[in-house]
DNA sequence: GTCTATAGGTGGATAGAC
DNA sequence: GTCTATCCACCTATAGAC
């Protein structure tokens, strides 16, 4: 197969919709025409809306996970795990758009409960990885933080979500360096 | 008048619908049922949807400028100035809602230019003031940072934002805190 | 798997009476 | 200022042919 099967298509279309314009802002119609097929079709691979944004969600999760384990076998040391963990961030600000669950928490009270699940597990596997990092770095490297590793973690993952919030806002700046580099002094300092 | 006049009864309504459900999930008719009038008298106050973002985001901007102008004139010296900044937004997460323009931010491309103008120099006037605090702060009180004060008012700003976007979908924690005792750590450290 | 056709609902917006 | 009535575009979703 040369060409990536309709299904796929669907999901990589409709993350990206959901990530630039949000979860109420894009249609079964938008989609159909990117793919270049009718909303029927769509509704065959994805029989509601509410199914296409579990199975976006539910793949955009397992990405998280795989990412964490590779950081976690490739990588050693708190410092250079955050670095990369990061540097997930500073991909999708340089392409403008949010993260897909940042842009799913922003929409949640108007979300199917099933979607609403997703975005809780990806947040909290998240803060939990970072948590485990941080005390990882406390216990073998001798790290000392001014902050909970707990506060830290929350401050991350929210710090960086905004990042990619306000980043398209305010003018372009590179926010996610600019959260690198204060993260990082307080975890160090 | 004991009660208020329809025009700001609506504004209010938009805004807290803005906040928690987004600005494409909320409609003229989510408007008159909650003002208890039909969706053409909403029509006759704010002829468009976009006339009203604009003056919903208008009225915030200029209570942003009043609340900064506040702090500045009340409270002296750069720690408490932000304290009470950040004040602002624990508000909004004790009540389960986004920043108003944070919120607008995340539906950035679906709207009208005028209030995504708004947005943009909502942003701006936020991450100026903390910047000139900041600086304020290493001239004035001897401060030593251990980032620039450009990178550490995107931070906050971000980071604010992000813990309110966050907060909702992550078990209902207090991020703002989270934020704040990470920021001033390096603030003062 | 994809299509045409269509249903049933809701969106923003306008005209004109009161 | 508020109403009724209405327009048209778009939405999600389904039925049934190919």
Known sequence: MSTTDTATQLLDTAQTLIQTRGYNAYSYNDLAEAVGIKTASVHYHFPSKADLGVAVMARYRAQ????LERIDTATTGCEPKLRQFIDIYRTAESCGTMCLCGSLAHDLDTLPDEVRAEVNSYIEASTRWICRTIEAGI??????????????????????????????????????DAVERVFLVTLTG
Chains 1, 2 share one sequence.
């Open 64 to 67: 998280l996970a795989a990412s």
């Open 139 to 176: 216990e073998q490297e001798g790290l000392t933080t001014s902050c909970s590793p707990s506060d830290m973690a929350a401050t991350l993952v929210g710090s960086l979500q905004g990042s990619l919030l306000v980043s398209r806002a305010g003018g372009g700046g590179h926010l996610v």
